[in-house]
Nanobody, 132 residues
Framework: VQLQASGGGSVQPGGSLTLSCVVSGLNLDYYAIGWYRQAPGKEREGIAC????????YFADSVKGRFTISASGVANAVDLQMNRLKPGDSAVYYC??????????????????????????WGRGTQVTVSS
């Protein structure tokens, strides 16, 4: 199993970037995909997840309305479209995959996304820097 996040870079505040997570060895029809970020000196934050069971999504308040998650044009990949970027979005971004909660409940899915528990497959990160 491999996950590879790409698309990071430097952008000015207000700009946009699209990160892509290419997955091999897992069928994304069955695995939830999550995007996480970690800035220096800060805890890892679960920012966006998608659940293939019911196509539901979760976005952290810090990115809601600015970030979207969608299937990529590349097979077995998921994109994170980031708009209206702020300096506070600067971090290393990771994608992760895991089976969605057996319960099927949205609250369990959100919990899984937020804390990353159950996301057993992680890719290397890609750096995003937002500065003027």
């Amino acid at each position: 199993v491999q996950l590879q996040a790409s698309g990071g870079g430097s952008v000015q505040p207000g700009g946009s970037l699209t990160l892509s997570c290419v997955v091999s060895g897992l069928n994304l029809d069955y695995y939830a995909i999550g995007w996480y970020r970690q800035a220096p000196g800060k805890e890892r934050e679960g920012i966006a997840c998608t659940n293939p069971k019911d196509s539901s999504t979760y976005f952290a308040d810090s990115v809601k309305g600015r970030f979207t998650i969608s299937a990529s044009g590349v097979a077995n990949a998921v994109d994170l479209q980031m708009n209206r970027l702020k300096p506070g979005d600067s971090a290393v971004y990771y994608c992760a995959a895991g089976l969605p909660p057996y319960s099927g409940s949205y609250s369990d899915f959100v919990s899984q996304c937020r804390n990353g528990l159950g996301m057993y497959n992680w890719g290397r990160g890609t750096q995003v820097t937002v500065s003027s």
